[in-house]
Every structure is written in C-alpha cells, then in structure tokens.
C-alpha cells in the first residue's frame, strides 16, 4: 500500500497478559522500524529490519519483546506478560532503502496505543 | 548518544503569525526530519532535510549541519498547524543500521 498500516488501533491488556502488533509497511520499501512513544514527547527506538532480518535491536526489552517481518506477512511486534510502564503508543515505520532521492526517509504509520491496567 | 534539543517546549500563537522553532544535536548526523504530530497522534513528515532550505507551501525548513541545527519556519499560521513538531535525527548504529533519535517536541497552539 501506499501508507503504514498498523492494527490495531488500540489495544487494553491487564498487566501481565500477551499484546501483539501488527504493521504492513508500505509496499517496496526494505526497512521497518519501531518506535515506543511515552509520555506525549518521548519516541525510543525499539528495533530495524531490512527486509526480514533484524537489523538493529540494541533498543528491545529483550527478556519480553520480540518482533518479526516474514515474507508476505504484516510485521509484528510481541509483548509477553505486559507491564503497567509498558503503556505507550508503539508506532512502525518503514523507508525504502534503495538508492535515489531521500531513500532514509521514515514514513510512519497511524500507531498503536497499548494501555496496560 | 547524541543529544537532540527543540526549542521553546511550547509556543502560543493567534492565527496569522510567523513562529520559528529550533532543533539543535550535539553530533554530527546523517540525515534530519521534521514531523508534525496533530491531535490526534498522527506522525506526519514535513521536511527531510539533512542540509540546506527546502520550502513547501506555509512551511520552510534550513539545516546547518556544520553548525548541527536546524530550524522550521511557519507563516501565516493556522488553527490547524496546532500539535507537537518534532525534529528527529538520523544516526548511525553499531551493526550499520540507522535510527531516529527524536527531540521532545515543541507544542504548538494556534488561537483563532
């Protein structure tokens, strides 16, 4: 498609249970990637792929996130067992990659607001 | 890492006005973007802009990346350019990837 679609919009667990995220970057581009925004103004990468390899996750929670983009399947991004700090809007980008003009640019998608209770 | 600073945090404006919002990083960097994010959480791109002026329409942006800062200019403004504007750089990583470091914004309200 022509935008990031990220689904779903909004997502309520209680502490403790599983939260998966979905995102479909925009058709063609090679690199996604996903921010955590808290607190209104405060974005922290999460992790890259090229494609559907990781390519940089120095910014997961290892020991409760996990993510994946397998081929012809929306990216996902997991949270076992959700904590209260984990409450934030998860927001997926995706950029082209290739060579040309602006190829760096991130385009984002509308976000995903997880409340954990 | 490198350090990302916006300025002012928040900014009031009637409709017509002309503001200037800053973004300075302490680093050098690969790339710089501009996003309005409107009140309704949407991130939108305004200016990829690693260097030198780029105007679209009501909105201008400059990059002096010697001088590792950049600025968003916005004329005529309106009740509708009111959200957060965000400056984000683009740095490379360890593995060779790159990564948005993201400043935290300067809130912007435009008064009928």
């Known amino acids: 498609g022509e935008e990031v679609a990220q689904t779903p919009k909004h997502l309520v667990r209680g502490e403790g249970q599983k939260a998966k995220l979905y995102c479909a970057p925009i058709k063609g581009h090679s690199y996604v990637f996903w921010y955590q925004q808290v607190l209104k103004n405060e974005f922290k990468f999460l992790i890259s792929f090229q494609n559907e390899n990781v390519f940089d996750e120095t910014g997961m929670p290892k020991e409760r996130f996990s993510a994946k983009c397998l081929p012809n399947s929306p990216c996902s991004l997991e949270i076992q067992a959700t904590k209260l700090e984990d409450s934030a809007v998860y927001f997926c980008?995706?950029?082209?990659?290739?060579?040309?003009?602006?190829?760096?640019?991130?385009?984002f998608g509308p976000g995903t607001r997880l409340t954990v209770l | 890492g490198i350090q990302v600073e916006q300025s002012p945090p928040d900014l009031i404006l009637q409709e017509g006005a002309n503001s200037t919002l800053r973004c300075n990083f302490s680093d050098s960097v690969n790339n710089l973007q501009w996003f309005h994010q409107n009140p309704w959480g949407q991130l939108i791109n305004l200016f990829y802009i690693p260097s030198g002026t780029k105007q679209n329409g009501r909105l201008s942006a400059t990059t002096v990346a010697t001088e590792r800062y950049s600025l968003l200019y916005i004329s005529s403004s309106q009740t509708t350019d009111s959200g957060v504007y965000f400056c984000a750089v683009e740095v490379s990583t360890q593995g060779g990837s790159e990564k948005l470091v993201f400043g935290k914004g300067t809130k912007l309200t435009v008064n009928p």
């Open positions: 980008a995706s950029s082209p990659g290739s060579t040309g003009v602006d190829t760096d640019t991130q385009y």
